[in-house]
């Protein structure tokens, strides 16, 4: 069964530092997305970035980077230069190119950044 | 922007009620999601609908069901309601045609049955 796990349920940062979250997945599919989300306290779900397995070059967006490593079925999520208003819960998920319209979500963690 | 309209933020029901929770998306997506969210045990999926009056069962659908009369709206119907269906509720939709579209969420209902 396809699965993702995130063994971090809560994780602080000082601000203006760099904090990473990790997450692992299991499949057999040699081809499929991966996506962190994030929930702030006001609930809503929104994405923060998506990386495409057949692409080797880890995605980036502003101070959010990915650290993707296929191999070793591994897709932690940094954030640098964090800010308050990054404190909230994060998901990963995956999703499989065939088959299902489905995507696997990660237990999430909860992220506190200090002031 | 994609919006995704959950109609209540939250509702308090009594077990045994009928209870409906209603999700509408503007932006002519063909797959919409019903999910639970449970502290520790992440996101999981009840039912999800890729078409008109289709639908398919997720991993926790038992005591659930679902409508989608409408392209736009989809609705998760609890038949009875019991206490262990407290829960936070999300609705989600996105494109069919691109693996790679990220879901688009509503804002959520906490549901309490007492």
């Known amino acids: 069964a396809q699965t993702v796990t995130q063994s971090q349920p809560e994780m602080s940062v000082q601000e203006a530092e760099t904090v990473t979250l990790s997450c692992t997945y299991d499949?057999?599919?040699?081809?499929?997305?991966l996506f962190w989300y994030k929930q702030p306290p006001s609930r809503q779900m929104i994405l923060v970035i998506r990386?495409?397995?057949?692409?080797?070059q880890n995605a980036t967006e502003n101070r959010f980077s990915v650290n993707f490593q296929k191999a070793a079925k591994s897709f932690s999520l940094k954030i640098s230069d964090s800010q308050l208003g990054d404190a909230a819960m994060y998901f990963c998920?995956?999703?499989?190119?065939?088959?299902?319209?489905?995507?696997?979500f990660g237990t999430g963690t909860r992220l506190k950044v200090l002031a | 922007d994609v919006k995704v309209t959950q109609s209540s933020r939250y509702l308090v029901k009594r077990t045994g009620e009928k209870v409906f929770l209603e999700c509408v998306q503007d932006?002519?997506?063909?797959?919409m999601f019903w999910y639970r969210q449970d502290p520790g045990l992440g996101l999981r999926l009840i039912y999800f609908?890729?078409?008109?009056?289709?639908?398919e069962k997720g991993d926790i659908p038992e005591g659930y069901s679902v409508s989608r009369e409408k392209k736009e709206r989809f609705s998760l119907i609890l038949e009875s309601a019991s206490t262990n269906q407290t829960s936070m509720y999300l609705c989600?939709?996105?494109?069919?045609?691109?693996?790679?579209?990220?879901?688009?969420f509503g804002n959520g209902t906490r549901l309490t049955v007492t």
């Open positions: 989600a939709s996105t494109v069919r045609s691109s693996y790679n579209s990220p879901l688009h």
């Open positions: 499949t057999s599919e040699s081809d499929y997305y």
């Open positions: 990386q495409e397995a057949y692409k080797q």
């Open positions: 998920a995956y999703r499989p190119t065939s088959g299902t319209y489905k995507y696997i």
């Open positions: 932006m002519d997506h063909e797959n």
């Open positions: 609908s890729y078409d008109v009056k289709m639908k």
